[in-house]
């Protein structure tokens, strides 16, 4: 098991987007419950990926997708609220989850081009 502060959190935070598509679909909603849970576990699986990158490259990239997947995440979360779906305490619960990998994301890829312009 991974014990960095990014992939932790992305794995804590497929575990409870899985248990948001369960609930949405005990209320039987399956659009956007599809879509919410293949982006939100798909952030951790990219993070997981990107730590056995072949080279700098494929890890800025690997770690750019889960940041795509992280945006679109937002996405739904924020539409599940506005249609009645998720009570706001857990989307602004879920949304600062989210947030907080996003920041994390785009700090690590800055980080890592950085240091590519500087090997390069």
């Known amino acids: ?15 409870s987007i899985i248990n948001l598509v369960k609930d949405l679909k005990a209320k039987h909603e399956s659009v956007i419950s599809n879509q919410i849970g ?6 951790g699986a990219n993070i997981r990926e990107a730590q ?6 494929d890890f800025i990239a690997k770690l750019q997708i889960a940041l795509k997947e992280a945006n679109e995440t937002g996405y739904w979360l924020e ?9 706001e305490a857990e989307y602004k619960t879920l949304d600062s989850a ?23």
């Open 98 to 120: 989210c947030t907080s990998i996003r920041v994390m994301l785009i700090s690590s890829i800055n980080t890592a081009k950085q240091s590519t312009n500087r090997d390069g």
């Open 79 to 87: 539409l599940l609220y506005k249609t009645g779906y998720l009570p």
């Open 38 to 43: 293949r982006s939100g576990t798909s952030i």
């Open 1 to 15: 098991m991974r014990n960095d502060q990014l992939s932790v959190q992305s794995m804590d935070f497929a575990v």
């Open 52 to 57: 056995y990158a072949h080279g700098k490259a």
